[in-house]
């Protein structure tokens, strides 16, 4: 059932590849309705999904025995959501790209071959088809920004590829020196999680490759100093590649920070708590102050995820319950909120064809559906209460205080400063009076719009108010990952507050 997730959108871009170029009008909503396939798969794959620990519809057969490769895919409350979540926003930004008339049929098989990567990052359990699938994503990434980008889509485009394949070659480098030690421990190499978290590192050793995955998946996310490259690519990919990008491609970096550096190297994670700590303190408050000043709306949502990610990292190091729970569902929480803000900024964009915050004002007036979708949308990223951003944030600050309450307090002035920058921004562009000429006439959103938006609302709503129909896939498994720690190192999860024991989908710990 795995392998038919990954093989369904590379059979729709084939598909989509044998239609004559002279039909091209066929070709967008063709992708979108091959897209729904995998999004009606893994629908199911949620519903099926039991909440217990371990990997569930697990696949396995040998590659390459004398190397010791599987096709070894499985899910577990840790990547099941992040699957989902990206059959959800594949449709979603293909439907959005009706403005592409250019070379549309590559355009929407890049997509749908970015889909099937980013679906094997997450389902592998053989660390030599998870690094084929995440050095793959990078290509169809590329060419999404470098062809169909903005003015300096060239530029944003190589710089996002140099700065992902260093990652890369590092990730290798690293996967490769575990096949090795495991072939002289235990005879034969291997590429398999379940098998290379036996091995015996060594203090040295395990401090070296820790580093090494952890520099490859930090510049993923990005993790500040790293993220520059993230601005350039955001502000010059088309609207759907922004999506996709902030959506399902920066939890490439997460995901392996908690899969695999947690997972293979639990004493060293622990050791380096104060390291990434801080580097994801940072970036909270240095992605929102940065984001406060942005003159360029797309570029301002675009260094929110800098912030907004080093909560997910915060919590993920905090190596605690609601920690690790609240670093999962912000993964998509934070796919939610700020695919739809760029969807948002996109639809703008398409009607004024700039993204200056200066060029606007008083939109509400004309377009007040328009600027309640993007309130919406606003108030969910900042973290109302009742809506999903909170749930995320919320968990992660309480979870990480007990065993981080310096950097947790410092990580609390990010919230306030989100609905600064947020707020202040919706401010300068839906409220008071329409004084150019171009925003007395702005659009309000036509009913495919609407539909598009709908969704990833209403996902806000439920999350914000019912988390528990997916914190109760995800606890087991974060459960078992801590067990993991403790197990392997003296570390001992610290007790949640009062609070935070009865947010917690079982109690917590």
């Known amino acids: 059932m795995l392998t038919w997730l990954i093989l369904l959108p590379v059979l729709g871009a084939a598909v989509v590849l044998a239609v004559p170029r002279r039909r091209s009008e066929v070709v967008l909503p063709l992708g979108v309705a091959l897209s729904v396939l995998p999004l009606a798969l893994a629908g199911y794959l949620f519903v099926a999904f039991e909440p217990v620990a371990g990997y569930q519809f697990v696949e396995r057969a040998v590659w390459w025995e004398p190397w010791g490769i599987s096709w070894h895919l499985g899910i577990d409350g840790i990547s099941m959501p992040l699957v989902v979540l ?13 403005s592409i008339t250019q070379r549309r049929k590559e355009f929407v098989v890049y997509t749908l071959v970015l889909e099937a990567a980013t679906l094997g990052v997450f389902m592998s359990l053989d660390l030599f088809f998870f690094f084929v699938f995440f050095e793959a994503v990078l290509v169809p990434m590329y060419f999404i920004i470098g062809i169909w980008g903005s003015e300096r889509r060239r530029y944003a485009a190589i710089k996002f590829f140099l700065y992902t394949a260093f990652g890369s070659a590092l990730l290798l480098a690293a996967i490769i020196a575990m096949a090795v030690l495991h072939a002289s421990q235990f005879g034969a190499p291997s590429f398999a999680l379940e098998d290379l978290m036996n091995l015996d590192f060594g203090p040295t050793a395990a401090v070296l490759l820790f580093c090494a995955l952890a520099l490859a998946f930090a510049i993923k996310v990005p993790v500040f100093p790293l993220h520059t490259w993230l601005p350039d690519a955001h502000v010059e990919a088309p609207t759907a590649g922004s999506v996709l990008l902030a959506g399902v491609m920066l939890k490439l ?16 994670a622990v050791d380096w708590v104060p390291v990434l700590a801080t580097l994801a303190v940072i970036g909270i408050v240095y992605g929102a102050v940065v984001a406060i000043v942005q003159p360029d709306l797309k ?4 260094y929110t995820s800098v912030s907004h990610l080093g909560f997910i990292v915060l919590g993920t190091f905090a190596l605690t319950s609601g920690g690790l729970q609240g670093a999962v569902i912000q993964n998509v929480n934070h796919g939610i909120t700020t695919g739809a ?13 700039t993204k200056l915050i200066a060029e606007f004002g008083g939109l509400q007036k004309v377009a007040p559906i328009f600027a309640g979708f993007f309130l919406f ?10 809506l999903n951003g909170f749930v995320g944030e919320f968990l992660v600050l309480i979870g990480s205080f007990p065993s981080l309450p310096a950097w947790t307090a410092v990580a609390a002035v990010g919230v306030v400063l989100a609905a600064v ?3 202040w921004a919706y401010e300068r562009v839906f409220t008071g009076v329409p004084e150019k000429e171009e925003n007395r006439t702005f659009a309000d959103l036509d009913a495919r719009e609407i539909g598009l938006l709908v969704p990833l609302a209403v996902l806000a709503l439920v ?14 498994s974060t459960e078992a990952l801590l067990d993991h720690i403790e197990a392997s190192t003296d570390y001992e999860v610290p007790a949640p507050g009062r609070i935070a024991d009865v947010f917690l989908t079982g109690g917590g710990r």
Not at 86 to 98: E, G, M
Not at 253 to 268: D, E, H, I, K
Not at 299 to 302: R, V, Y
Not at 463 to 476: A, C, D, N, Q
């Open 86 to 98: 990206t059959t959800i926003l594949v449709p979603i930004s293909l439907a959005a790209s009706a």
């Open 253 to 268: 970096g997460t995901y392996g920070l908690m899969r695999f550096n947690l997972s293979l190297f639990p004493q060293v």
């Open 299 to 302: 570029k301002l949502i675009a």
């Open 341 to 353: 803000l760029f969807l948002l900024v996109g639809m703008i964009y398409d009607r004024r064809h």
């Open 377 to 386: 949308m606003t108030f969910a990223s900042i973290g109302l209460p009742g």
């Open 421 to 423: 920058y947020l707020l």
């Open 463 to 476: 999350l914000g108010l019912y988390p528990k129909v997916l914190l109760s896939k995800i606890e087991p």
